[in-house]
């Protein structure tokens, strides 16, 4: 099993910054894609941005070039720089954790942006 947590998350102001942060523990892989997906009222959960093992990102159309996704050496910490937050950035943020055979996810985090 792996297990996930999220901090980071808050309130910000329109144009501000928040930096997540989740930590794997538990029986972790070598080979993995890790990411962050956030879900808003009534709204499906979509793709914010994954890293690869390898160290590929991708990224959603909405956040490119705002937010920069990253993961330490140990592959058991990955972070989630959000600038120039907008009010549609609301929504909860959740860690993701795949060994390409399994999807782990986190509790999430609530990221609230207002006008």
């Known amino acids: 099993q792996v297990q996930l947590l999220e901090s980071g998350g808050g309130f910000v102001r329109l144009g501000g910054s928040l930096r997540l942060s989740c930590v794997a523990s538990g029986s972790l892989f070598s080979i993995v894609r890790m990411g962050w997906y956030r879900q808003a009222p009534g709204k499906e959960r979509e793709l914010v941005a994954m890293?690869?093992?390898?160290?590929?990102?991708n990224y959603g159309d909405s956040v490119k070039g705002r937010f920069t996704i990253s993961a330490d050496s140990t592959k058991r910490w990955i972070y989630l720089e959000m600038n120039t937050l907008k009010p549609e950035d609301t929504a909860v943020y959740y860690c993701h954790y795949s060994n390409y055979r399994q999807d782990y996810w986190g509790q999430g985090t609530q990221v609230t942006v207002s006008s």
């Open positions: 890293v690869t093992s390898v160290g590929q990102t």
